[in-house]
């Protein structure tokens, strides 16, 4: 079914008027650039002296080339806890994550078992309404998760998005590998483990990298229930580093003094430490890209 509605999108794009195809790559590369822009923007900025920024306030490439700002920030203990923290919560947040999706779209794509469809409707109804922030609040207190990094794990470990995209995907798997697995005396767990999981590669990748990138990205969670500044992940510092340049504790030393004898300013540490933050989803991304789409489309859609 995918192959062939990508084959008719192609086929359609073939039959449109050379104008017509040159208007819609223009609109999709203007639109790209847009987007690209503030990022390039941004690492120039990161790369540059403060003179340089504030003479070139829009510079795309950096001017006064310096690393003194990473260097300032990979110095600062601050910053790099809040990155081992962030890197502790993805890593085990993402794991966990997929072993209860995982086993859970499983479990609710076996049609035949009693209780099928209340347990489908007991998922779907909590992504559509919620409780709000004070239940929230209040359930994570009463199981002793507030100041805990776990406040940040456990309350998502299911999302019921990827949960539904993981059954679906299960579910468009023929039943018939599984009886002929099950024939030769094999229980649910080794027909989930050998057969099951190796054909669902695109899906697990799928949602792994939305987990993933959840977790890195997760800043309310840690604002709200995490008080103590010294279990922050790095989104909270970040956003502290935004709004007040104190966070990162700058020793009592003064921008413009810089032990490295180059000048900085605010601009140059907001820069390095956004493109810090962003650089880890980057290098892994690509390496999911190539099962990301097959993985989305194979668990929208049974067939």
Not at 246 to 268: F, W
Request: overall charge neutral; glycine content about 6%; charged content about 10%.
């Amino acid at each position: 079914m995918v192959t062939k509605s990508t084959e008719q999108r192609n086929r359609s794009l073939d039959n449109n008027p050379f104008w017509a195809n040159a208007l819609i790559y223009l609109v999709l590369t203007a639109l790209s650039l847009i987007t690209l822009l503030p990022m390039v923007n941004v690492l120039a900025f990161s790369f540059s002296e403060a003179r340089a920024i504030y003479d070139n306030p829009l510079m795309l490439l950096p001017h006064d080339f310096t690393t003194a700002a990473y260097t300032y920030i990979f110095s600062t203990p601050a910053l790099l806890k809040a990155f081992g923290i962030t890197v502790y919560v993805t890593i085990t947040g993402t794991l966990l994550n997929l072993l209860f999706t995982v086993t859970g779209a499983y479990g609710l794509s076996k049609t035949h078992i009693p209780g099928h469809r209340f347990l489908l409707w007991w998922t779907i109804v909590p992504m559509l309404f919620g409780a709000g922030l004070i239940p929230f609040y209040l359930l994570l207190k009463e199981l002793h998760l507030i100041n805990s990094l776990w406040a940040m794990i456990l309350p998502g470990l299911v999302a019921p998005f990827n949960l539904i995209l993981m059954r679906n995907f299960f579910w468009s798997i023929p039943d018939e590998l599984e009886e002929c697995v099950k024939i030769d005396g094999a229980t649910e767990w080794t027909a989930l483990t050998r057969i099951i999981l190796p054909l669902s590669k695109p899906a697990i990748a799928t949602i792994a990298l939305f987990y993933a990138v959840g977790h890195w990205n997760d800043y309310f969670n840690g604002l709200f229930f995490l008080t103590d500044n010294g279990k922050w992940p790095l989104q909270v510092l970040l956003r502290s580093i935004i709004i007040d340049m104190s966070a990162l504790n700058m020793r009592g030393t003064n921008l413009g003094q810089d032990v490295t004898k180059v000048i900085l300013t605010p601009e140059n540490i907001k820069s390095a430490t956004i493109v810090f933050s962003i650089v880890p989803i980057l290098v892994v991304y690509p390496f999911l890209q190539r099962y990301f789409v097959k993985g989305i489309m194979m668990g929208a859609v049974k067939g």
